[in-house]
């Protein structure tokens, strides 16, 4: 049974829901761009849901960033296919969601308003770019 993810911006001009069968465990990834992106403790948290279950309010306010990935691996600086969402009035971000697996959406467990399940465990993802 899927559990409903309910969240927002900041500010309350977007509001989203969406369906997740993976809410945990949480990943957190380490990456420059997820670092840059989400602050706090240099990672961001991404939750894993079902793009199809994406509902979304307040589309107008929403934007799109790709990054710019410049690492050792990717020489010639290459633009992600990832697409952050986030809220152009407030600066939230929201979900990531990249074109590459069409079926998942990855909502930042920053923008989710539903609690959350305590994870029995935390997935951390790319490491090595850990500051």
């Known amino acids: 049974m899927p559990l409903l993810l309910k969240g927002s911006c900041r500010c309350d001009a ?8 993976t809410p945990v465990p949480f990943m957190l990834c380490y990456c ?3 670092r840059k992106q989400q602050g706090g403790g240099g990672f961001a948290i991404n939750l894993g849901a079902d793009f199809d279950t994406l ?3 307040g589309k107008r306010n929403l934007g799109v960033y790709q990054a710019k990935i410049e690492d050792d691996e990717h020489p010639q600086c290459e633009i992600s296919s990832g697409e952050r969402n986030f809220c152009k009035r407030c600066g939230s971000a929201l979900w990531l969601y990249d074109p590459t697996w069409p ?4 909502p930042f467990a920053s923008a989710v308003d539903t ?4 994870p029995p465990e935390k997935v951390h993802l790319m490491l090595k770019y850990k500051a």
């Open 14 to 21: 977007i509001r989203f829901e969406v369906e997740s069968h």
């Open 32 to 34: 420059s761009i997820c």
């Open 55 to 57: 509902k979304i309010k």
């Open 103 to 106: 079926e998942l959406v990855h």
């Open 115 to 118: 609690d959350l399940p305590k």
